[in-house]
């Protein structure tokens, strides 16, 4: 697949790809991926048809249920429990780890990237969200006085940009 450009519906390949893992976050990133986020990381490659999963933590059995967004610059991030975990895309393995919740949060829940490259961190049923300076880790703003936030989407519409652009 040609960066920037989104996957199209293959009729044929519903009956040729197997059935992946469920999953609860689910974004594309320019490099062709197809990624689901619950309790694990996976990731579906169109060109082989196969899923991989990305381990975040050595000893664990999986992690609370975060959405997913790519960067556009080869990285993943998921929210799970306090923290988003940014995920090489091509190694799948975890590169950066922001530990962003604070007392009174639910789990990071939503996750988005913007078009200055931050990333965006929302606990689900809060009332604040966070702007996360991806090359040091550091909040650069706390955005308070939400009601009930929930959101695992593409919130700023890079996503969508990342695809189409322009």
């Known amino acids: 697949m040609q960066p920037g450009r989104a996957p199209r519906h293959d009729e044929g390949a519903r009956a040729r790809a197997r059935r992946g893992p469920g999953g609860y976050g689910m974004t594309l990133t320019p490099d062709g991926y197809i990624w ?72 990071i829940w939503g996750v988005a990237v913007d078009f200055e ?13 966070y702007k996360i300076d991806p090359a040091t880790g550091q909040k650069v703003l706390t955005f308070n006085g939400l009601v009930g936030a929930y959101t695992y989407s593409d919130m700023t519409g890079f996503a969508l940009n990342q695809l189409i652009p322009g």
């Open 36 to 107: 689901l986020t619950g309790r694990w990381t996976h990731r579906f490659d169109p060109a082989t048809e196969t899923w991989t999963s990305a381990q975040l933590h050595p000893d664990a059995a999986g992690v609370h249920t975060g959405g997913c967004m790519g960067d556009g610059q080869g990285l993943l991030y998921r929210g799970s429990y306090a923290q988003i975990h940014g995920i090489d895309t091509e190694t799948l393995e975890v590169v950066k780890t922001f530990d962003i919740g604070e007392v009174g949060d639910d789990h």
């Open 117 to 129: 490259g931050y990333v965006w961190g929302v606990p689900r049923n809060g009332t604040r969200a």
